[in-house]
């Protein structure tokens, strides 16, 4: 069963304060990972996608990156905008579903 | 363009009584996803659609639940004899052919009261 653990469960930053968000994960065989951003109340926001060891992905000031067993997601200094769930999920190789992980819980402080 | 719509965005129900869930997907996409959010609970797989192909039920928690699918385009989630713990959000998410990545609504709270 495929199996997706993010840390930590809540971020509080300051403004201009740097931070990473990791998301290890178990599958029989990636297809994809996915990143996505979920405000209080709205849907999941897609993010990115990273599909293979080494990748990486830039949106403004986050950046997406992958390895064999873990991804992180990189917030280079965060605005109060950038408060939000962050949730990674996986797709493997013989399945179209995303697994989620639970998200992390990111508050950033003027 | 027009992103994924759902309705109602929020439904109250009593105990014992039927709903029905309603998701318009992006124009043009071709798989269609139910997924339910529950209070502490990360995202769980509920149901998938692809064109004609059976769909895939695999994640749906007990024979309450039903979906379909009508025409390719807008899909229903029935939950017969709702209980407590049926209490979610229910959000829909459509993907186009070729693609990979989910694109989602902004989901239907459901209360069973």
């Known amino acids: 069963e495929d199996q997706v653990t993010q840390s930590p469960e809540a971020l509080r930053l300051q403004e201009g304060e740097s931070s990473s968000l990791n998301c290890s994960y178990t599958?029989?065989?990636?297809?994809?990972l996915f990143w996505y951003r979920q405000d209080p109340g709205k849907g999941p926001e897609f993010l990115f996608t990273?599909?293979?060891a080494g990748e990486e992905k830039e949106k403004e000031r986050l950046k997406a990156t992958l390895t064999k067993k873990e991804s992180f997601l990189h917030i280079t200094a965060p605005k109060p905008e950038d408060s939000a769930t962050y949730l990674c999920?996986?797709?493997?190789?013989?399945?179209?579903?995303?697994?989620f992980g639970a998200g992390t819980t990111v508050t950033v402080r003027a | 363009g027009a992103g994924v719509s759902q309705s109602p965005s929020n439904k109250v129900t009593e105990k014992g009584k039927d709903v029905e869930l309603r998701c318009d997907p992006i124009?043009?996409?071709?798989?269609l996803y139910w997924y339910r959010q529950s209070l502490g609970q990360g995202l769980e797989f509920l149901i998938y659609?692809?064109?004609?192909?059976?769909?895939?039920k695999s994640g749906l928690p007990s024979d309450r639940f039903s979906a379909e699918r009508t025409g390719g385009s807008v899909s229903t989630l029935t939950i017969q004899r709702t209980q407590q713990e049926d209490s979610a959000v229910y959000l829909c998410?459509?993907?186009?052919?070729?693609?990979?990545?989910?694109?989602f609504g902004p989901g239907t709270r459901l209360t069973v009261t």
């Open positions: 998410a459509s993907a186009p052919v070729g693609h990979y990545e989910q694109y």
């Open positions: 599958v029989s065989g990636l297809r994809g």
């Open positions: 990273l599909y293979s």
């Open positions: 659609f692809q064109g004609n192909s059976a769909p895939d």
């Open positions: 124009s043009g996409h071709t798989a």
């Open positions: 999920a996986v797709q493997a190789v013989n399945d179209y579903k995303l697994s």
